[in-house]
């Protein structure tokens, strides 16, 4: 497709159905994947897994398109160099180590014997696996083994990185770790990631744009700068004169909802910061607290007001 000279979307899911016999993954679904890390989240059978699988390629649709820059992985095979992949599943071979692996990896995507011991040992240093990488994956721990699996994902240097519920089975220390390792993933290699979760946290901290799957449809999907500005509100606390402050501030036409001491103005506007000073003003109150405060992205699934 022609995005008038514009670079195409990296992902792009137009209409995009997948039925298998009678159970429908996915029920033409449309939606746009762009730089930067995107958090693909919904609880499980909600059509994750098979959106990856079509974008790979793996899969055919059963109807509508999945496109990889403007073109589908099935038509143009080559547009699945582009892309890397982490499954959800154990995947690894146990006998072999992790320097032994990623060398292979890096040589079947098309790298040169000399060039791919680079890049295997540069890519397993940046997942923290130094010294151990000359061990067999099969002594590896879940976290080390997530970590192997992440690291053949990227070996080739891809534009996107799919993962695959990559905190499965991790405790939360080893959650955490992984979670910094995606968002360094996208920030220090430049590899764009959509990280597949059940899980709200999982995309909380590392994603910049969000996709919501429930039952095969979209629920939501937008920038998280975005989904949390527009749940900005303003909080106001005085010291005394609580009752003056509020008929100043309803004077002065700024609405807001009071809780004792403290006074909350929704969806607030650069000039209320002046009216709120105004207004304490006017009142003689003294402020003790000014401060903007957002919703992040658990409350307003919690609340519902996305
Ligand atoms: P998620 O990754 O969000 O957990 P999936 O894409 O794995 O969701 O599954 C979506 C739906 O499709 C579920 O109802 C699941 O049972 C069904 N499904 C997935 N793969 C197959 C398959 N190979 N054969 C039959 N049904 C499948």
């Known amino acids: 497709m022609l995005y008038n000279g514009r670079m195409p979307p990296l992902l792009e899911a137009r209409g995009l159905t997948k039925r ?19 958090g693909l989240l919904g609880p499980n059978g909600a059509g994750k897994s098979t959106a990856i699988k079509l974008f790979l390629g793996l899969i055919a649709p059963t109807g509508g398109s999945a496109e990889v820059l403007g073109k589908t992985t099935y ?24 320097a032994e692996f990623l060398m292979y990896m890096a040589q079947v995507s098309g790298i ?14 940046h997942v923290g696996l130094d010294e151990e990488r000359y061990r067999s994956i099969g002594e590896y721990s879940t976290g080390m083994k997530q970590r192997v699996k992440l690291a053949q994902a990227i070996v080739h240097d891809p534009v996107l990185v799919f993962l695959d519920e990559p ?24 590899i764009s990631v959509v990280l597949s979760t059940h899980l709200m946290g999982d995309v909380e901290r590392t994603a910049d744009s969000i996709i919501v799957l429930e039952s095969g449809a979209v629920a939501r999907s937008g920038e998280v700068a975005k989904l949390t500005e527009e749940t900005e509100t303003l909080h106001v606390e005085v010291a005394d004169r609580r009752d003056e402050f509020a008929a100043a501030l309803a004077a002065r036409g700024v609405q807001a909802e009071s809780r004792g001491d403290l006074f909350i103005i929704q969806g607030a506007r650069e000039d209320d910061y002046d009216r709120v000073r105004d207004a304490a003003v006017d009142a003689g109150a003294r402020l003790r607290r000014l401060s903007l405060e957002r919703l992040n992205l658990t409350d307003i699934f919690r609340a519902g007001a996305a």
């Open 20 to 38: 298998y016999g009678s159970t429908v993954a996915l029920d033409s679904v449309n939606f746009q994947v762009n730089e930067g890390v995107t």
């Open 167 to 190: 905190t499965a089975g991790l405790d939360p220390d080893g959650r955490q770790e992984m979670l910094s390792l995606v968002e360094r993933t996208a920030r220090t290699f430049g």
């Open 75 to 98: 038509d143009d095979p080559d547009s699945r160099a582009q892309l890397g992949y982490m499954p959800e599943h154990e995947c690894l071979p146990s006998s072999v180590t992790a």
């Open 112 to 125: 040169p014997p000399s060039q791919a011991r680079t890049r295997a040992a540069d890519v397993l240093r």
